[in-house]
């Protein structure tokens, strides 16, 4: 069975988009079928169809969530459990070190996508600002997994 993943992501300047984009470009090339969906446009519901899903979000101002997707945020943590258990996940959390909230938002999205009954690919990469050097080494062990179609356990 051929399953789908979903790119979600959360950006207040554009690196979390950009970053984003380059995910479902690497995952297409991967003959992986892939789309991307900034969360500012994703309804919650849609999280129930989803099969696997990658959180890349950008964490803004003192550990919020940007802007645009402050509406998907409060909906995630105040919504009972959606029972995700078919849902597998992983998330690539952006951050800067500097603040005392380092990577909050995307901390409290994958601690929410696990509350919902979601299933962790791999553990939680935290990146303070410059991601060149682990997003290869996250997203070829997140492809690993999808080729696979084996669930690690985190």
């Not at 303070?128 to 999808?146: S, T």
Request: net charge negative; aromatic share 8%.
């Amino acid at each position: 069975m051929n399953r789908k993943t979903t790119v979600l992501y959360a950006s207040q300047m554009g690196a979390a988009a950009e970053l984003g984009g380059r995910a479902a470009d690497d995952l297409t090339e991967a003959g992986i079928e892939t789309t991307d969906v900034d969360l500012s446009d994703y309804n919650l519901e849609n999280l129930k169809s989803e099969q696997d899903v990658l959180i890349i979000a950008s964490t803004w101002g003192e550990g919020e969530p940007p802007d645009d997707c402050l509406d998907f945020y409060e909906a995630l943590t105040s919504q009972d459990p959606l029972g995700l258990s078919d849902l597998r996940f992983a998330t690539f959390a952006l951050g800067d070190s500097s603040y005392e909230h380092f990577c909050k938002h995307g901390k409290d999205l994958d601690e929410h996508f696990e509350r919902h009954g979601g299933r962790r690919m791999i553990e939680r990469v935290d990146c303070d600002m410059d991601e060149q050097e682990q997003y290869p080494i996250w997203i070829e062990k997140v492809i690993k997994i999808l080729k696979s179609n084996v669930l690690q356990e985190a």
